[in-house]
């Protein structure tokens, strides 16, 4: 396999006097699809947060292919090759798809700044090009002049996954990609991301949905109460007694 | 399906028209008595004032309650032009322009650490401040509540070069080499700066800049997830527009070449907001057309009294204009504010998006057939077929 490029190193966060992580440490290989799994409340979001910038860690540091991104603004961070799908998809509502899908790809040419007034957007064919490319990725090409507002919740998921894939990014974060979505969606956007994953792109990827991480997941990590009680590979997780007890409450 | 989003008008195509529109003013304002210099000249400055403050305003969000200090600053930059280089109106308005960059550049560095209204309140803080500083402190650049004005005595240091020396008698006027900038030669050098200034930014509406500015109004989180540091690109937006509000302080003094403190009062940083929202924030012809409307408000409302209802009413019978004559003229003469305010309630409430979404109602309506659909359906009726 390959080799580690995403470390996350005694991580501790606490709100208030409440410990949300504590000692946390992850490391995952690149171009492999590391699954988080956990118990609501478990810490799953802010590890995260943590990762992107959102969150400062009190302790610990996140490291990516060399790079510290501890303590660097979100906007360093994703210009890195970070990039992340939300919980609730954050879009450009008002806009129509392909504005959206354009955005992205404009701010990762000109994100640290250029003075680009003075060219015309209708002369940004290659940009164009890209986005109406990951528009039919996504499977949302035959609406890319609708006003994403007015998007159905799995539809808006896929184009925020669209807005991020035109980053071409080297590690995508998923915060529950399926969350909300019907069957007929959530196989379709298993679909998809394992039709990235042959890019070479590392994912991490929080989900409850245990058809989703078993069939997508290399590693998984089983987080509860701000610790990792147990990784490896899906199946023997899958077995693991701490696992069914975290999610059980100790029932058995 | 259509690739390309067909737009209503090409885009030079909107320019031109935009000119002819412009340009033509005296002409078909005539019928409606907005045809004299002061009031055209006040068209042209106060459009340049509010394209400029919907460039952040409409693009950003941003709302800036501060745009007046811009505005002043231009028109003390253009008057000290006037009295220390020359009458020529050029380097006025380079001075306002670049004068009102430096100050938009400084205030925007600390007023875009915040948003919402918190950004709006530091620049009004900061409009109040350089008010109050003109009144005060300042008063050696400002002359205070006199105002700055032209002197006989004044130095013009260029003018003085190319000229024998002798000061003709009274004020000299500004000029654009040789001919006075007052009357309708002041209109027009005005209507040539605002077309310029509608085709700039028409230009950044229509940029990747732009777009991105849109970007950062829709969801500024998305956009820093995405890799785009959004500071710089508000800042620029800030000083475009503080520089837009510089131009238009300095063409009121190239007009009528005084100064006063009172340009940077927060009602004249509320007036661009106004003019802005009741023609359509975030369009294009929207703010030319708000300010059209507010500055014939003024101009011509106000000047109504008892004696133009009297007659304007002469058709009807005595005892109905004795009561119809009072309550009109409360809308009137000084009680123009009240009809504002009432057309201002209205657009807000009904209409949103200001006249230009009136228009683009009416527009929609007649084109249906007379059956009105709510946009975004029909917009989505169409994308998908």
Known sequence: MGDLVLHLDNINKSFGGLSALSDVNLHVEEGTTH??????GAGKSTLLNVC???????????????????????????????????QTPEIFQEMTLIENVMIPALSHRDGAFRLNAAELLSRQGEVRDEAEHILEDVGL?????????SLSRGDKRRLELGMCLILRPRLLLLDEPTAGMARHDTNQTI????????????????EHDMHVVFSLADKVSVLARGQIIAGGDPQSVREDPKVKEAYLGGAQ | MTNTKKPLLND?????????????MPIWLDPIGGNYPDLLQKFAIYGIFAIGFNILFGLTGYLSFGHAAFLGVGSYAAVWSFKLLTMNVLPA???????????????????LRRTGIYFSILTLAFAQMSYNLAYSVLTPITNGETGLQLARSDPRILDSLFSDGSVGAGLPSTDLFGETMSGYPGFYFCAVLLIIC???SMRIFRSPFGLMLKGIKSNQNRMRYTGLNTRPYMLTAFIISGMYAGLAGSLLAVTDPLAGAERMQWTASGEVVLMTILGGAGTLVGPMLGAGLIKYFENIFSSFDDNVLTQAFSFLPDSVVD??????????GSGWHLTLGLLFMIIVIFLPGGLVEGFRRIFNYFRSGGKTKPQSVEAHNQAGE
């Open chain 2, 198 to 200: 509608f085709y700039i």
């Open chain 1, 35 to 40: 699954a988080i799994i956990g118990p609501n």
């Open chain 1, 141 to 149: 090409k035959d609406m890319m002049m609708v006003e994403a507002g």
């Open chain 1, 52 to 86: 992107i910038g959102r969150l400062k860690p009190d302790t610990g540091k996140v490291t990516f292919a060399g790079e510290v991104l501890t303590g660097r603004q979100p906007h360093e961070i994703a210009q890195l090759g970070v990039a992340r799908v939300f």
């Open chain 2, 12 to 24: 030079t195509f909107v320019v031109i028209i935009f000119a002819a529109a412009i340009l033509a």
């Open chain 2, 323 to 332: 009561f119809v004559v009072p309550v009109v003229g409360l809308f009137v």
């Open chain 2, 93 to 111: 308005v380079i001075f306002g322009v670049v004068f009102a960059g430096i100050l938009a550049a400084i205030i925007g560095f600390l007023s």
């Open chain 1, 191 to 206: 679909e998809l991301l394992k039709k990235i994953k042959s890019r070479g792109m590392t994912k991490v990827i929080i």
